[in-house]
């Protein structure tokens, strides 16, 4: 199928691209990589009248480190470019670790940080790798920038907290801290398909081993990211255990988590893999936290 017409802008700045969205309002859509805004006009899901396409803006591709150890990366960054980057492997291991799972080469060396988390797809990785990794976003529009933290950028389904005239700029990510552990844990049915469940996971010990800091976020499992408090809340003050693991996953899955089952994963099934992915992510990354502070 092929998209109804439509008006295309070759944004030439950041400048241009807002003047352009200040122009045509509603009637706009924004294209980074256009990985899931293409399929989505060809099939008559979207039907946006101007696409304003922002892949001349240079500015916004950037992979970079503050004297602090932030990471600062451009929202239009190539997956890909993250994938193979030595400073997101150092700085943000967790993003290291999840990026391998998106898709295929082929749509990542396309697709972009900014264009994913835009999106929100609740079934996306990379939503929930900025809240389990601490991250803020930046977002700019008429009235100048402003931060947003990750787990408040989300709303639900396809939903952001982007105002309709900003754009996301960019994405920023925390240095971790000495005792600090990660896993990415996910589950398909082929190599490249969307997780019927998946887990991001980031943990800090103390200097005597107790868990001092956990946070663990799910996608496909409910209209959007789904951090589960209180199972993070079962972790803090704890020795890594069999038994606290056990406890924080069966918390998650069964009252934190509100999977939607589909075709491939029922809902029973979807809370079954949660808990299995929860208690497979907390042991690799307290390992990874223990191994820290040695």
């Known amino acids: 199928m092929k998209p109804p017409p439509f008006k295309y802008i070759p944004a030439e700045s950041l400048e241009h691209a807002l003047e352009q969205m200040a122009e045509h309002g509603d009637a706009a859509k924004l294209l980074a990589g256009g990985q899931s805004l293409i399929p ?61 799972h998106i898709a295929h080469p082929q749509i990542r060396t396309r697709g972009t940080l900014g264009g994913s988390l835009a999106h929100a797809d609740p079934a996306a990785e990379l939503p929930v790798i900025v809240i389990a990794g601490g991250a803020r976003l930046r977002a700019t529009g008429p009235d100048g920038d402003r931060w947003i933290e990750a787990k408040e950028f989300f709303e639900g389904m396809f939903s952001t907290s982007l105002r309709p005239e900003e754009v996301l700029v960019e994405v920023a990510f925390p240095p971790n801290s000495p005792g600090s552990g990660w896993s990415f844990e996910e589950t398909s049915r082929r190599r490249g398909d969307y997780a019927m469940m998946g887990i991001a996971v980031q943990v800090e010990l103390d200097a005597d081993g107790v868990c001092k800091q956990a946070r663990l976020v799910y996608l496909n499992a409910g209209d959007g990211p789904i951090e589960a408090e209180q199972a993070a809340s079962i972790l803090r003050g704890e020795a890594p255990s069999t038994e606290v693991f056990a406890s924080a996953a069966i918390e998650a899955a069964e009252k934190e988590i509100d999977p939607l089952g589909n075709i491939h994963a029922t809902v029973d099934f979807q809370r079954h893999l949660a808990r299995v992915l929860t208690v497979r992510a907390l042991e690799k990354a307290f390992a990874r936290a223990r191994a820290q502070l040695t």
């Open 40 to 100: 989505a006009m060809n099939f008559r899901v979207l039907q946006p009248s101007v696409l304003i396409d922002l892949n001349r803006v240079d500015s916004l591709e950037y992979i970079e480190s503050e004297d602090d150890g932030t990471l600062l990366l451009g929202a239009m960054t190539r997956q890909r470019d993250l994938e193979k980057s030595e400073a997101v492997e150092q700085v943000s291991p967790l993003l290291h670790e999840a990026m391998p």
